[in-house]
């Protein structure tokens, strides 16, 4: 047979799933490493999208979505966050994040073209870069920062060569966020340089101690910013799989290509739930959100107390706890918990070459299983912290 391609079998396989996968064979284990709610998709978004398919709303929709969606998500977005979108010219639904990301960077990139990165990072942002045929350059976030972007950090690594800026704040893995002065001094750069920002902006209503912020909110450079959001994390709809992507028309408009030829619409029920979602479902949002302020409270004053720096996360429902202390590898650490005490953890690593030292433990469980971790966790470095 002919040699498959390449490319695809450079990328290595998510670091996340490695441990999700193994601690799936193994009885009694905690695991806290896939970030996924807990919480079921509040039943009146269900009932919205089975009542559609109980009227017949069971074909495709228009490629870029249902209108009514579009229209809802840019109210969303104005009232919220002070986004200004175009529902019929500057929004494309998708089916969930990852494909918004997918095709933003297949839409942007040329060969050869740079995409700066921040490390540590989602696992999916790089390989969809290398699958558009472009380049990651990192910028190493550092803890002392609170895991933010510095403005001479952007600076440093903005060459001829650079196509796009790829953030993710609130962020997975760190929970670290950005606020809006911090972005002020960013945008400057981002202005002078004329580069793409490719914000994905999952985890906006997860934002726990002060407002959330977007480069979108700045009007000098918001044609160049590409905002990437959905509805699987704030409404625990990880399930049905819809998101969307806002963008200046010209952009929006060579995504909805792609889209076109590879998706056609996102699945028909799951738009009708995310309408319902986006019309009644902030108050479910806000339960979900308190609760997960509670988990993170006490994981991080656990983790802390048992010697492992912890960061306070701002945002999302992760932690990023600093295990150098231990004096293993966040690869022998993560290995390790999982054999000897059964709680699975993410190793930093899984996030890019700067998670060394770190792991990224999930909070988007119920308290009991939080504290039964923690307890487990502190026997196993009882014995390792000298």
Not at 21 to 46: K, Q, R, Y
Not at 234 to 258: D, H, P
Not at 332 to 354: D, I, N, Q, R
Not at 360 to 373: N, P, Q, T
């Amino acid at each position: 047979m002919k040699e498959l391609s390449r490319k695809v079998k450079d990328i290595k396989p998510s670091g996340i799933r490695k441990f999700f996968d193994l601690a799936n064979t193994m009885e009694g284990v905690i695991s806290l490493g896939v970030g996924e709610p807990d919480f079921n998709t509040p039943w009146h978004i269900c009932e919205n999208a089975i009542y559609s398919m109980s009227q017949g709303k069971t074909h495709y929709t228009a490629n870029r979505g249902l209108l009514e969606l579009r229209q809802e998500i840019c109210k969303f977005h104005k009232t919220r966050y002070n986004q200004n979108y175009d529902p019929e010219t500057e929004t494309l639904v998708t089916v969930g994040g990852s494909e918004a990301i997918d095709i933003a960077f297949r839409a942007l990139l040329n060969p050869g073209d740079e995409v700066i990165m921040l490390d540590p990072n989602y696992v999916a942002y790089a390989p969809a870069v290398e699958l558009a045929d472009g380049k990651c350059v990192m910028i190493q976030l550092k803890e002392e920062n609170d895991f933010k972007l510095l403005p001479e950090d952007l600076k440093n690594a903005i060459t001829d060569k650079t196509k796009a800026l790829m953030i993710n704040f609130p962020s997975n893995p760190t929970g670290g966020v950005m606020t809006y002065e911090d972005y002020e001094k960013l945008v400057p750069i981002i202005k002078e340089s004329g580069i793409y920002v490719i914000s994905d902006e999952i985890y906006a209503e997860l934002s726990f101690d002060q407002e959330f912020a977007s480069l979108a909110q700045f009007e000098e450079i918001r044609d160049q910013v590409i905002v990437i959001n959905g509805f699987s994390k704030a409404f625990a709809m990880t399930g049905w799989r819809l998101g969307y992507v806002l963008s200046n028309k010209e952009i929006s408009a060579q995504m909805t290509k792609i889209h076109q030829y590879i998706i056609m619409s996102a699945p028909t029920a799951a738009q009708y739930a995310g309408l319902e979602a986006l019309r009644n479902g902030i108050d479910d949002v806000l339960v979900m959100k308190n609760d997960y302020l509670n988990r993170r409270n006490l994981l991080v004053n656990r983790l802390n107390r048992m010697g492992l720096k912890t960061n306070m996360p701002h945002g999302t429902f992760y932690v990023f706890p600093n295990i150098q202390i231990t004096g293993l590898s966040s690869d022998e650490f993560c290995e390790k918990l999982l054999e000897e005490e059964k709680v699975a953890c993410v190793p930093g690593t899984a996030f890019g070459e700067s998670g060394e030292g770190f792991i990224r433990i999930s909070y988007a469980y119920s308290l009991d299983h939080i504290k039964e971790a923690c307890d487990r966790i502190e026997h196993f470095i009882s014995s390792r912290i000298k």
